[in-house]
T-cell receptor, first 115, second 115 residues
Framework: EADIYQTPRYLVIGTGKKITLECSQT?????MYWYQQDPGMELHLIHYSYGVNSTEKGDLSSESTVSRIRTEHFPLTLESARPSHTSQYLC??????????????FGPGTRLLVL | DQQVKQNSPSLSVQEGRISILNCDYT??????FLWYKKYPAEGPTFLIS?????DKNEDGRFTVFLNKSAKHLSLHIVPSQPGDSAVYFCAASPRGGSGNTPLVFGKGTRLSVIA
């Protein structure tokens, strides 16, 4: 099982602030993902990366941006937070031995509240 | 159009009884399926998976059944315990040599196990 960490766990911030949500994994996984989930709703993929310097947008359009400068680190940034960004943000990673057997391991999540 | 469907948003089961969570999929290219469990304010935890070459996979109290012809899978939990109360997500992985397609998640089913 992957060791994957997210900080902060909870964040309350005012509108217009710039925020960065951190995600790190210690397993050397090439693949990393960001999901957004509202309470009681489905997981929406917003960004993913298949390796250093590789990032792709997911199914759900997001105003956030990501970077992948190091294998273990996949931060998500919101340049100007708005109340509509209030949600839970989940980071995941995977490194399947067999390409088609994709098991993702999730971090604990960051719960963001924008006032 | 949703490719992975969990048509029951919620399910209540008495402690000690069997819980059966269902999942349907539409994409015949899916060949690897997973179940995740999620508590509020935490990240999803990988539970169990099954490859399309099998029709059953068992791990302790958890068994996943796959019916490829019906494009249906189910998760059985026996016996159900109060600690099993959580949201359960079904996910599927498309077949592909490069494995460069993220998992597709269902909307989740909230299981409540009543003592």
């Amino acid at each position: 099982e992957a060791d994957i960490y997210q900080t902060p766990r909870y964040l309350v911030i005012g509108t217009g602030k710039k925020i960065t949500l951190e995600c790190s994994q210690t397993m050397g996984h090439d693949k990393m993902y960001w999901y957004q989930q509202d309470p009681g709703m489905e997981l929406h993929l917003i960004h993913y990366s298949y390796g250093v310097n590789s990032t792709e947008k997911g199914d759900l359009s997001s105003e956030s941006t990501v970077s992948r400068i190091r294998t273990e680190h996949f931060p998500l940034t919101l340049e100007s937070a708005r109340p509509s960004h209030t949600s839970q943000y989940l980071c995941a990673s995977s490194d399947p031995v067999i390409a088609s057997l994709e098991t993702q391991y999730f971090g604990p999540g960051t719960r963001l509240l924008v006032l | 159009d949703q490719q992975v469907k969990q048509n029951s948003p919620s399910l209540s089961v008495q402690e000690g009884r069997i819980s059966i969570l269902n999942c349907d999929y539409t994409n015949s290219m899916f060949d690897y399926f997973l179940w995740y469990k999620k508590y509020p304010a935490e990240g999803p935890t990988f539970l169990i998976s099954i490859s399309s070459i099998k029709d059953k996979n068992e791990d302790g109290r958890f068994t996943v059944f796959l019916n490829k012809s019906a494009k249906h899978l189910s998760l059985h939990i026996v016996p159900s315990q109060p600690g099993d109360s959580a949201v359960y997500f079904c996910a599927a992985s498309p077949r592909g040599g490069s494995g460069n397609t993220p998992l597709v998640f269902g909307k989740g089913t909230r299981l409540s196990v009543i003592a």
